[in-house]
């Protein structure tokens, strides 16, 4: 079992950056591939970001690469996601998700536990 609180939302301008973390707790985190989500009011989840649980290999979503960047840190149990360059379309509540084992999933069908979310609003 892994149980997972998000951190770091708010409001914030178009241009700016917030960093989101993760805090996991249970004893097999490091056992997990990781993974950032969203969702925006009137849309269904979708994929931001994943990482392996060795921080060799990352994923993105078109819509976030090269302005947002997901690290771990396995020691402290958390995943980072740095979000830079913010636009009002990446409004939406963000969730992290945990997918044990070593590969990386893009759907959300592939973790199996998940945060609660934190609302993430960028103003124009």
């Known amino acids: 079992q892994v149980q997972l609180v998000e951190s770091g939302g708010g409001l914030v301008q178009a241009g700016g950056s917030l960093r989101l973390s993760c805090a996991a707790s249970?004893?097999?985190?490091?056992?997990?591939?990781m993974g950032w989500f969203r969702q925006a009011p009137g849309k269904e989840r979708e994929f931001v970001a994943a990482?392996?649980?060795?921080?060799?290999?990352?994923r993105y979503a078109d819509s976030v690469k090269g302005r947002f960047t997901i690290s771990r840190d396995n020691a402290k149990n958390t995943v980072y996601l740095q979000m830079n360059s913010l636009k009002p379309e990446d409004t939406a509540v963000y969730s992290c998700?945990?997918?044990?084992?070593?590969?990386?999933?893009?759907?959300?069908?592939?973790?199996?536990?998940w945060g609660q979310g934190t609302q993430v609003t960028v103003s124009s």
């Open positions: 998700a945990a997918r044990p084992g070593y590969s990386l999933g893009s759907t959300r069908f592939e973790y199996d536990y």
């Open positions: 249970g004893r097999t985190f490091s056992r997990n591939a």
């Open positions: 990482i392996t649980w060795g921080s060799d290999d990352t």
